[in-house]
């Protein structure tokens, strides 16, 4: 399946450990880059959608195939997976020289900030999400 949106990037020494070896938590780093271009992209900020509305983490997962290393140029790819009024999943394939390295996804929901509870999201936000370009 084609992806939604792409975004390419290299391994900076923060993402790496002693050996240069990209650490576990530095794959989060490349979803949160990819959906931050993705979201931008779109025509949106994120997490926050307007002065009431926020998306915050509900689950996330990475599963870790094969290592990066300082320099690499990793290719992370977002497909939006699930939208509802409250739910949005984007799962990620991260490749290097065309290998996948990583999968994932990050489960969010939309909330009131006012209140931190459950909201809809704005449908001109779902809508723009799911729209192919």
């Not at 790496?16 to 900020?45: C, L, N, P």
Request: charged content about 30%.
């Amino acid at each position: 399946m084609e992806a939604d949106y792409s975004f390419s990037e290299d391994v900076k020494i923060y993402d790496t450990d002693a050996q240069g070896i990209v650490h576990y938590s530095g794959y989060y780093r490349f979803f949160t880059d990819a959906m931050q271009e993705f979201i931008k992209w779109k025509g949106h900020s994120f997490p926050i959608i307007d002065q009431n509305k926020w998306m915050v983490v509900l689950e996330s997962n990475a599963k870790y195939i094969k290592s990066a290393r300082l320099g690499d140029t990793l290719k992370t790819s977002l497909n939006v997976s699930l939208v509802s009024k409250k739910i949005l999943r984007f799962d990620f394939d991260i490749t290097c020289k065309d290998e996948t390295i990583c999968k994932g996804y990050i489960l969010h929901i939309c909330i009131d900030k006012n209140v931190w509870k459950s909201a809809e999201m704005p449908q001109d936000f779902i809508d723009s999400l799911i729209k192919k370009v």
